[in-house]
């Protein structure tokens, strides 16, 4: 069973960084693409950035392009999103996904994502 759990959250000031974690089990890295989506207040769930963790490939929103980056490192079948130059945009529950897939996808940020973490907090107050 594919769990994933989040960590590295917290409250920051504008323009700060913060580096979250997903450390996942239950599956082997290689046939899966992992995600970050968030959720700020009043709003829809929004897709933040996926990587393709057999060949590393990543998307990215649009709102966090330049700023955000993800990587993966299989040896420790962790994920980790590197966020940089926050805004109070960005606050929000962050959760990690996982979904299997025969081959890396062009745009990982689209479709279902069937495994999920609990979620963590990210506030960025000016």
């Known amino acids: 069973q594919v769990q994933l759990v989040e960590s590295g959250g917290g409250s920051v000031r504008a323009g700060a960084s913060l580096t979250l974690s997903c450390a996942a089990s239950?599956?082997?890295?290689?046939?899966?693409?992992i995600a970050w989506f968030r959720r700020g207040p009043g709003r829809e769930r929004e897709g933040v950035s996926c990587?393709?963790?057999?060949?590393?490939?990543?998307v990215y929103g649009d709102s966090v392009k330049g700023r955000f980056t993800i990587s993966r490192d299989s040896q420790r079948d962790m994920v980790y999103l590197q966020m940089n130059a926050l805004k109070p945009d960005d606050t929000a529950v962050y959760t990690c996904?996982?979904?299997?897939?025969?081959?890396?996808?062009?745009?990982?940020?689209?479709?279902?994502?069937?495994?999920w973490g609990q979620g963590l907090q990210v506030t960025v107050f000016d």
């Open positions: 239950g599956f082997t890295f290689g046939h899966y693409a």
């Open positions: 990587i393709n963790d057999r060949d590393g490939t990543t």
């Open positions: 996904a996982a979904r299997y897939t025969l081959s890396p996808q062009a745009d990982c940020l689209a479709g279902e994502y069937d495994a």
